[in-house]
């Protein structure tokens, strides 16, 4: 019995271990890649929209140069009919701004408005000023050159009296006592005539006590140009957003921003356009008229964030206190047009008149089909050339029925019955 215990207190064992040793044996094969949760389901916090690729727009073009039941003119080697009829692809790539828009993080107040008018009378008060003390410095610039001008001429009129003395002039000191002429230094009238800066001359009348005799003598004087003063622009709005992201909201009428994307909101679509900053990707959302989205309208992207879920490229949203603008058209789009090369209807030809000629029908009038391809529309890759004698006045050709009023060497006249 002792026996039989133990064996199979034995066996408990060795279950045991068996079972933990299980526990950690693998397979070998590398476990199964972990998938975020934000890659499984989409973000529903509110904070988080996605940006998927820009659709193209699919729509068919009928180009038609003429007109059912108008009567035409045609001369030699015109078309007189053109037909295309083709479905391209419609691409938006850019907007253009229709005008200036700014975002501001202050609401208008009246003590903004105070402030702005205060600061507005102080720039004019110190313009005021300017002008003042410009007028100021002319005017006494002008009275120093007039009194040198008056200066200047007294000296010349006392030099030229000595002069004429003759033989007395050296005596004349002794009873006198004033200064020999030879030791009283000329006035410099050349020099400061030379440098006086040029302008518009001022005559300056000589004193009365100098005599009747004294010439005149013209002085230039600096004037001052009122517009050339500096007038300050004003000051910044203190509203407008000066820092961080929201300072890069802004642009001006005819500012170009690409499209990056779209993205869904309660089933309507609205276009993502990218506002260049270095510090990451700023987008503006805007609906297909081109008005800006109900707030939240911005969304921002890390430039370190690559991550691209299937559900689309995670923005978040950026808040705004103060409204952008939510009621006019803010911009107009730029599309590019791709012509289908698969499927659905394509016509593109015209009938071009070539003039007349003459055989046994008599006159014989003439027109050149040609036929364009998708791949090249501009080539044609098929002409033929129809020829109808004059008594042909209809004309059957690719559904169309031409009648012929009359024809010539030089012009046809028609009109084009149905198409």
């Avoid at 019995?1 to 064996?7: A, I, L, N, Q, V």
């Avoid at 105070?114 to 002319?138: F, G, K, P, Q």
């Avoid at 006086?196 to 004294?214: W, Y």
């Avoid at 014989?364 to 002409?383: A, C, M, N, Q, S």
Wanted: proline content about 5%; hydrophobic content about 40%.
């Amino acid at each position: 019995m002792k026996r039989f215990t133990e064996s199979i207190l034995a066996l408990s064992v060795v279950s045991a271990v068996l079972a933990v040793s299980g526990a950690g044996c693998t397979t070998g094969q590398p476990r199964a890649a972990r998938i975020h949760s934000s890659f499984e389901r989409p973000d529903e916090s509110g904070r988080v929209i996605y940006m998927e690729p820009v659709q193209a727009t699919a729509r068919t073009v009928i180009s038609k140069n003429y007109a059912v039941g108008a009567r035409r003119i045609t001369t030699v080697g015109e078309p007189m009919v053109g037909v295309r009829d083709y479905t391209s692809s419609d691409v938006v790539i850019a907007a253009v701004a229709t005008r200036d828009f700014v975002q501001h993080c202050r609401r208008v107040s009246q003590l903004d408005a105070e402030e702005l008018v205060e600061m507005n009378a102080a720039l004019e008060l110190a313009v005021e000023a300017d002008v003042e003390r410009a007028s100021i410095s002319a005017a006494a610039t002008a009275q120093q050159s007039a009194s040198d001008a008056a200066a200047t001429a007294s000296s010349a009129e006392a030099a030229a009296a000595d002069s004429s003395e003759g033989l007395l002039a050296p005596f004349r000191n002794l009873f006198t006592g004033a200064e020999p002429a030879a030791a009283r230094p000329a006035a410099p009238a050349a020099s400061a005539a030379k440098s006086a800066p040029k302008a518009d001359p001022i005559v300056v009348m000589p004193d009365a006590s100098a005599g009747a005799s004294a010439p005149q003598v013209d002085v230039t004087v600096d004037t001052v140009e009122i517009a050339e003063i500096p007038v300050p622009v004003d000051p910044v709005d203190p509203r407008i957003c000066a820092a961080g992201r929201l300072s890069w909201v802004r642009g001006e009428v005819g500012e170009r921003f690409g499209v990056a994307g779209v993205y869904v909101e309660d089933g309507k679509e609205f276009y993502l356009l990218d506002l260049p900053t270095p510090e990451g990707n700023l987008y503006v959302a805007v609906d297909k008229l081109g008005k800006l989205k109900d707030e939240p309208y911005l969304a921002w992207r890390d430039l370190d964030e690559v991550a691209t879920t299937r559900f689309g490229v995670p923005l978040r949203y950026v808040t705004t206190k103060v409204p952008l603008d939510e009621e006019t058209r803010l911009f107009r789009f730029e599309t590019t047009e791709t012509m289908s090369l698969q499927g659905g209807d394509y016509r593109n030809f015209e009938l071009v008149f070539e003039g007349t000629s003459y055989d046994h029908r008599g006159m014989v009038y003439h027109f050149l089909y040609k036929e364009y391809g998708r791949d090249r529309p501009t080539t044609p890759i098929f002409v033929q050339d129809l020829a109808y004698a004059r008594q042909t006045s209809t004309v059957d050709i690719l559904g169309m029925r031409i009648r012929v009023h009359d024809v010539s060497d030089d012009e046809i006249v028609y009109t084009v019955q149905r198409d």
